[in-house]
């Protein structure tokens, strides 16, 4: 089976501050992963994804095997960052491959 | 921009009644996917569409839960009878290929039942 944590339910910090949201996963196989976010009024959307290896709106991701983990990272938090974030895992699950996602972190960026 | 398009977006309801949503698709994405969301937690997945075909629905409650997407465009979830538990948004999702290409979501259905 596939899961996601994210064990910070909420987060805070103060804009120029660095910020960084935790992801685990386990998964047996080889991991696909992915960033999406919900900013308030607005559908759910994708941030980014570890293979594509790009920075979007500052933000990067790395995936660490050994410990299994996705954390995302921005080096000078905005307050338009402020917004629900949701890691997610897309793997193989029976016969489908299928996306399964943390509980989500709400980012709360002070002025 | 294309969008995926949900209704309704609210619906409130007694336990027993039984409720459907309807989702349309961006036009030309293959796949399909339901989602539930209980406040506090994640999306989770109930069903996947490949066009018309249901390629994984393992975590639909069966006994009261059905979709369908008959002509591989626009699908309906159907509730029936509706229990206090499933209060909850559906979500309805979609993308080109599968679920390692990008998924573009809906607005969703907030759910109520009494």
């Known amino acids: 089976a596939q899961r996601v944590t994210q064990p910070e339910k909420l987060l805070s910090v103060f804009k120029g501050a660095p910020v960084e949201l935790k992801c685990n996963y386990s998964?047996?196989?080889?991991?696909?992963l992915f960033w999406y976010v919900q900013y308030s009024r607005q559908r759910l959307q994708l941030l980014l994804r570890?293979?594509s290896r790009e920075s979007i709106k500052g933000f990067t991701a790395d995936l660490n095997k050994g410990e299994t983990s996705f954390h995302l990272k921005k080096p000078f938090a905005q307050e338009e960052d402020s917004a629900m974030y949701y890691c997610?895992?897309?793997?193989?699950?029976?016969?489908?491959?299928?996306?399964?996602f943390g509980s989500g972190t709400q980012l709360t960026v002070l002025p | 921009e294309a969008e995926v398009a949900q209704s309704p977006r609210y619906k409130i309801t007694e336990k027993s009644q039984a409720v459907a949503f309807w989702c349309d698709p961006i036009?030309?994405?293959?796949?399909l996917y339901w989602y539930r969301q209980i406040l506090g937690q994640g999306p989770e997945l109930l069903v996947q569409?490949?066009?018309?075909?249901?390629?994984?629905d393992s975590q639909l409650p069966k006994d009261r839960f059905s979709a369908e997407r008959l002509k591989g465009v626009d699908s309906t979830l159907k509730i029936q009878p509706a229990e206090l538990g499933d209060s909850a948004m559906y979500l309805c999702?979609?993308?080109?290929?599968?679920?390692?290409?990008?998924?573009?979501f809906g607005p969703g259905t907030r759910l109520t039942v009494l």
């Open positions: 999702a979609s993308s080109l290929y599968g679920s390692t290409d990008t998924q573009y």
């Open positions: 998964y047996s196989g080889s991991p696909e």
């Open positions: 570890h293979i």
């Open positions: 997610a895992l897309s793997g193989v699950t029976g016969s489908a491959r299928q996306l399964t």
């Open positions: 036009s030309g994405h293959a796949t």
């Open positions: 569409f490949q066009d018309e075909s249901v390629v994984d």
